[in-house]
């Protein structure tokens, strides 16, 4: 069974500040793993993806993540937080043939002005 | 771009009313979903769907049903709805997965928030 531990329910930073979500996952199958961004009243939209090959991830608006085998994990981080970031995080596991979308509890990210 | 989209984005319904979700997708995508989504819980899959009339049970099944008599359209419904299944609701489609091939996005729809009263 694949299931993922989001670290930390509600994250707030200052503007301009470096985002750090974090996010681990279990599998026994290897992981494709997803990060999604909620913003209010909305529903969920993509924000990069791992599947196979470079393990550092790039996705839109500045955001990256890194999959670590050895640690498990799939952080997200950002180098500077704008006012614009402040949403819901989800992180999520995925098999290749199911392609059912296991969540974590999710990160509410708060910017500071 | 592909669209998902839930008819209704605010409901409120009586206890023991029988409540019906609508999902349709437009671009032909074999697999659909269900959420719900509450607070401290993340998503949790309720039902899916891999092709018409297939539905399979996904983590959180009971007090739901479901029914998919086309491709585009996958419906939720809650036979006797119940106050603790007051929640947001997320439906999603996605193209089938087959080995070797690179894992479909799955897209969401916008949500509809159930209030059972």
């Known amino acids: 069974a694949q299931s993922v531990t989001q670290l930390g329910s509600h994250v707030s930073v200052s503007e301009g500040a470096l985002v750090l979500l974090r996010c681990n996952y279990s599998?026994?199958?290897?992981?494709?793993l997803f990060w999604y961004v909620q913003y209010p009243n909305q529903g969920l939209q993509l924000l990069l993806k791992?599947?196979?090959?470079?393990?550092l991830v790039k996705g839109i608006n500045g955001f990256e993540a890194e999959f670590k085998k050895s640690e498990t994990s799939f952080h997200l981080t950002k180098p500077s937080a704008h006012m614009s970031d402040a949403a819901e995080y989800f992180c999520?596991?995925?098999?290749?043939?199911?392609?059912?979308?296991?969540f974590g509890q999710g990160t509410r990210l708060t910017i500071n002005p | 771009d592909v669209k998902v989209t839930q008819s209704s984005r605010y409901l409120v319904k009586r206890t023991g009313e029988k409540v019906f979700l609508e999902c349709v997708q437009d671009?032909?995508?074999?697999?659909m979903f269900w959420y719900r989504q509450d607070p401290g819980l993340g998503l949790r899959l309720i039902y899916f769907?891999?092709?018409?009339?297939?539905?399979e049970k996904g983590d959180i099944p009971e007090g739901y049903s479901v029914s998919r008599e086309k491709k585009e359209r996958f419906s939720l419904i809650l036979e006797s709805a119940s106050t603790n299944q007051t929640s947001m609701y997320l439906c999603?489609?996605?193209?089938?997965?087959?080995?070797?091939?690179?894992?479909?996005?799955?897209?969401f729809g916008e949500g509809s928030w159930l209030t059972v009263v």
């Open positions: 999603a489609s996605s193209l089938w997965g087959r080995w070797g091939q690179r894992l479909n996005t799955i897209y």
């Open positions: 599998s026994s199958v290897p992981p494709y």
């Open positions: 791992y599947t196979t090959g470079a393990t």
């Open positions: 999520a596991v995925s098999d290749l043939v199911a392609q059912k979308l296991v």
């Open positions: 671009m032909d995508h074999e697999n």
């Open positions: 769907s891999y092709d018409v009339k297939m539905k």
